[in-house]
């Protein structure tokens, strides 16, 4: 039988060290479901009921093995729904690629049903490569160059295929004048400073009485340098969200997260220190770093274009932050004075107490500070952890304290509702025997969280260990954007907009064949979290926790306390609920465990 141009892009992606494709199929890629059956013992094809799920899990494949995800959807709708997927992977600088069907050539121009201009509709979020095929002997190239591109500039890139080009006989390209002839295989160079520049920027640490250092995900292979360093210079070490798992919450110096998810201890750090050291991360938010003029400043960075953008530094090192610090650590001068450093363990000691403390206080529901709290002790040493976004990221940054060995991942830059259920399973697809734990909210639950269960349910009996736990945060209310209304603009909740209908997700995950939890009383928490733990197949557990407790910033600004202040005396529903709440959590800013 003649090989197919879709079973020749099957086979090349299998060369490519490509393993497993999520998607949905359709019309438009009827030509590459035939060769995906013909090579299904090369590359598995994950059948993923909804497009944007797929992008999301090819998203989360690349952030936590560091390789291409792939992702494939039909043409027309199927490949509009990949498109916010895409988006996070391209903010948070993640290499996947998108395979995606067309209408047949002939119909192309002619408003055929289901013709959109795919190659328009990408052109920005696939901005580095996307390109349509029309000629058999275009697939070897379009192929080799999506996956280089998409590898070198850690981006999306796009393949389209007309439907009618997947089924023609696949033909090399002949050696002629206007053809490629493209080859295999890619190596990420090591990338260094100069000497002159690596000097300028020891001078600058080394001058320095209060360093201040901010990690992100572009420093974890760098956890042992990014240690070392922090030692000679006496230095605290923030961590922007997606930098969580880099280095472990147990350590003294480090102050957890940066922002308005973030602790005070990192707030008090960065308004204190004289000298900013930031390593690997896009951080965005401004006003959670020193005040221009206050720090001098060094960043390192794999991406020039990522230089000196967020804060004006001084010395700007274009590098791999692993490689840069090893061959700056040699230059560092340990600072014999620690007491900056005293200063700042003192601050993180208080500040666990504080959390704690907040976790404990309670009122008729649960609090979900406490669910996180109690979560955090019973982790899996190995698990990996997957938050949305919304309030459960608020808990997930503050709350759990990361452990040496454990992974864990969000929509950093795009903070897209949605992810944490999709990234979960592309861990679970990724690592078949370590625990993946999506922390989750009912919101993102009830948009295409509970979808993903789905997907759960139809492959847990093949996973070796069927570990995977799903926590849904039930406060039937869109928290995170409700307390946005309430602070930022004054306004009390709009309940029209905010509340959300009561779904049984437990009762659904067993209707699913899954274990399902459903925890009601602050005294069950612990009970039930162990009976998750234990479980030998997927499980859900969904706790009924409290809106009114606030996710508060580790700074106030006038501007939000006048919000605060605004809404509270403009009737909001829950006004009672969340004076009591907020009394609670300050008295344990100013006396923990009281």
């Not at 952030?63 to 490949?79: D, L, R």
């Not at 070490?237 to 930098?243: D, E, H, N, P, Q």
């Not at 666990?352 to 008729?364: F, I, N, P, Q, S």
């Not at 997930?396 to 929509?411: C, E, N, T």
Request: net charge negative; with cysteine; charged share 20%.
């Amino acid at each position: 039988m003649a090989q197919t141009t879709s079973d020749y892009l099957i086979s090349r992606l299998y060369e490519w060290g490509i393993k497993r494709i999520y998607g949905y199929p359709g019309d438009g890629i009827n030509g590459l479901m035939g060769a995906l059956r013909r090579q299904e013992d090369k590359v598995e094809f994950i059948q993923v009921p909804h497009e944007e799920n797929a992008a999301f899990m090819a998203c989360g494949h690349a952030k936590f093995t560091g390789e291409v995800g792939i992702c494939m959807a039909t043409s027309g709708p199927g490949a509009i729904h990949l498109l916010n997927g895409l988006y996070d992977a391209k903010m948070d600088h993640q290499p996947v690629v998108a395979i995606i069907g067309q209408q047949a050539r002939a119909a192309l121009g002619g408003s055929y049903q289901q013709e959109v201009e795919l190659t328009n509709l990408f052109k920005d979020v696939a901005h580095e490569y996307v390109q349509m095929a029309t000629q058999p002997e275009q697939i070897r190239h379009i192929v080799d160059r999506a996956i280089r591109i998409a590898k070198t500039e850690r981006t999306v890139t796009c393949i389209i295929l007309p439907n009618d080009l997947q089924e023609i006989e696949y033909a090399e390209p002949p050696r002629a004048h206007g053809t490629i002839h493209s080859g295999m295989g890619y190596s990420k160079p090591v990338i260094i400073p100069e000497a002159i520049d690596l000097q300028k920027a020891a001078d600058i640490l080394n001058s320095g009485k209060k360093v201040a250092m901010l990690i992100g995900a572009g420093a974890w292979n760098a956890a042992d340098e990014v240690l070392e360093a922090a030692e000679l210079l006496g230095a605290g070490i923030a961590k922007a969200l997606l930098g969580k798992s880099v280095l472990p919450d147990d350590l003294p110096f480090v102050t957890g997260s940066i922002g308005l998810l973030g602790t005070k201890p990192s707030w008090d750090l960065m308004s204190d220190c004289d000298t900013l050291f930031m390593i690997g991360s896009s951080f965005p938010y401004s006003e959670f770093l020193p005040k221009e003029g206050q720090a001098k400043a060094v960043q390192i960075d794999i991406d020039g274009k990522m230089l000196s953008i967020r804060y004006p530094m001084d010395v700007n090192l274009h590098g791999d932050s692993k490689e840069t610090l090893k061959a700056l650590i040699p230059l560092l001068k340990r600072k014999e004075d620690r007491s900056w450093r005293k200063e700042i363990e003192d601050n993180v000691a208080t500040w666990w107490k504080v959390l704690e403390g907040r976790a404990m206080t309670h009122g008729d529901l649960i609090n979900p500070q406490r669910v996180f709290w109690e979560l955090s002790k019973v982790l899996p040493a190995n698990c990996i952890l997957t938050s949305d976004s919304g309030s459960s990221a608020n808990w997930f940054a503050r709350d759990i304290k990361i452990r040496k060995g454990m992974m864990s991942s969000l929509s950093g830059n795009l903070a897209t509702m949605c992810p944490g259920v999709p990234y979960a399973i592309a861990a679970k697809f990724a690592y078949p025997d370590r625990m993946p734990i999506a922390l989750v909210g009912d919101g993102a639950m009830q948009m295409l969280g509970n979808n993903g269960l789905i997907t759960i349910s139809k492959y847990w009996k093949k996973w070796s260990d069927p570990r995977i736990m799903i926590l849904v945060l039930n406060n039937k209310d869109l928290n995170q954007v409700t307390w946005e209304q309430r602070v930022m603009e004054g306004d009390p909740k709009f309940e029209a907009s905010q509340e959300l209908i009561d779904f049984p997700y437990a009762t659904y995950a067993q209707m699913l064949g899954m274990e399902g939890i459903k925890i009601e009383k602050t005294e069950d928490i612990a009970e039930g979290l162990s009976r998750a733990m234990s479980a030998r197949r997927p499980v859900l557990v969904e706790v009924v926790t409290d809106p009114s407790v606030a996710p508060l910033p580790p700074h106030i600004s006038f501007k939000q306390a006048q919000g605060f202040m605004s809404f509270i005396t403009k009737g909001d529903p829950d006004t009672w609920d969340i004076i009591k709440d907020t009394y609670h959590q300050a008295i344990q800013s100013i006396l923990p465990g009281k």
